[in-house]
């Protein structure tokens, strides 16, 4: 059977970012399965935003309509949903008609809350991070939410734990996935990826200092997220050493595919792991 399915995020399609890759293969997968998907989210691209008004106005199906501009979204945001944003969810959701409504990271103040505490079809709530939780405040509110849900899914142990704290419930753990049509082994040199964030610099550190015991080995620091600081690069070490961003899936394979070995951070991301597994790489974690 053939279902009509309404995947929301709260995080804008036009920039890259974990969650909405994980959307988008969902979208993917579901779509080969036969189902009509439509992804509801905001976006900083005008292109989007216009083709989001034009199918709300027409009533037409989509694959993706942007609902409104994007905000600053995050667990610190006191700032509501305008009311544009509102009434353009509303009206997707009206049209359509569909028979399930999924929302990724509906602690945070967003259209993912939203699309879902005010659905009155299937609900079923993601969550991926222990820092998005927040909201709402009010536990009054967040059984409101609870009401709505039909399934409560989290990307690993520690989130679902985190989530059962402010939302209880029974929680199925799901693999954040991995595209393995563009994570796979390319043609392997000796080159060692780092997972670079603030959380990792010790690592970096060391992995530096371990380059120059390795005279034929270059280095990769791999960040995927913005820095305050980064690890200095001895100048004798500077021709082997490179510092690449890691936001969008295709950077962060064209990378991985030439590693020899990975190097995640401590609490890292689980998505970069599973990334690195699937193109070949030799996962060294730090003792």
Excluded at 20 to 27: M, S, T, Y
Excluded at 94 to 112: C, K, M, N, R, T
Excluded at 168 to 182: A, I, K, M, N
């Amino acid at each position: 059977m053939s279902l009509r399915i309404c995947l929301v995020t709260p995080f804008a399609w036009s920039q890259p970012h974990d969650v909405n890759e994980h959307v988008a293969g969902v979208a993917r997968e579901l779509r080969l399965l036969g189902h009509a998907v439509t992804v509801l989210a905001p976006s900083s691209r005008g292109a989007d935003l216009l083709a989001g008004r034009r199918a709300l106005n027409r009533g037409e199906d989509a694959e993706i309509i942007a609902v409104g501009p994007a905000v600053p979204v995050s667990r610190r945001s006191s700032l509501g949903v305008p009311m544009g944003v509102r009434a353009n969810l509303w009206l997707a959701l009206s049209q359509g008609a569909f028979d399930v409504v999924h929302g990724f990271e509906p602690g945070l103040p967003s259209i993912s809350y939203l699309a879902l505490r005010d659905s009155e079809t299937l609900g079923v709530a993601t969550f991926f991070s222990e820092e998005r939780l927040s909201y709402p405040p009010r536990r009054a509110l967040r059984e409101k939410l609870l009401g709505r849900l039909d399934a409560l899914l989290a990307t690993s142990e520690a989130t679902a734990e985190a989530a059962a704290e402010r939302f209880p419930g029974d929680y199925r753990v799901v693999s954040p996935g991995v595209d393995l049509e563009l994570f796979r082994p390319g043609t392997k040199r000796k080159l060692i990826a780092v997972e670079l964030h603030s959380a990792s610099l010790p690592v970096a550190r060391a992995a530096l200092r371990s380059l120059r015991e390795l005279p034929d080995w270059e280095i990769v620091l791999l960040r995927t997220k913005a820095l305050t600081t980064r690890p200095t690069i001895p100048s004798k070490l500077r021709d082997r050493v490179r510092v690449r961003a890691g936001r969008s899936a295709e950077a962060r394979a064209a990378v991985l595919a030439e590693a020899e070995i990975f190097a995640p951070a401590p609490a890292g991301s689980s998505r970069l792991l599973l990334e690195a597994a699937a193109a070949g790489a030799a996962v060294a974690f730090s003792p």
